[in-house]
Nanobody
Framework: QVQLVESGGGLVQPGGSLRLSCAAS????????MGWYRQAPGKQRELVAH???????DYADSVRGRFTISRDNAKNTVYLQMNNLRPEDTAVYYC???????????????WGQGTQVTVSS
């Protein structure tokens, strides 16, 4: 069992910045990958950014160049630095992780509870 806890959301003006954190805890043998997703009311959840255990990153076209995903392996934590925020970035942001809990082949995924990001003047 793995728990993910997000933090760092809030209200920010257009053009501002926020840094989200997601800390994983529990029965973690290794982390395959972690990512950030977001979901606005009435819309489907979408991938925002993703980072593998090897540090390879990927971004949605809408955030590339503005957002940066990073990790701190020692803390089992992934971050999302969001710069030049736009109103359309408003959503609940969810952290997701893929973990090996006690084997080298079985991978389980877990979601955090989400943190609200609101970009408004």
């Amino acid at each position: 069992q793995v728990q993910l806890v997000e933090s760092g959301g809030g209200l920010v003006q257009p053009g501002g910045s926020l840094r989200l954190s997601c800390a994983a805890s529990g029965s973690i043998f290794s982390i395959n990958a972690m990512g950030w997703y977001r979901q606005a009311p009435g819309k489907q959840r979408e991938l925002v950014a993703h980072i593998t255990s090897g540090g390879i990153t990927d971004y949605a076209d809408s955030v590339r160049g503005r957002f940066t995903i990073s990790r701190d392996n020692a803390k089992n934590t992934v971050y999302l630095q969001m710069n030049n925020l736009r109103p359309e970035d408003t959503a609940v942001y969810y952290c997701k992780g893929w973990f090996r809990e006690d084997s080298g082949y079985s991978v389980s995924d877990y979601w955090g509870q989400g943190t609200q990001v609101t970009v408004s003047s």
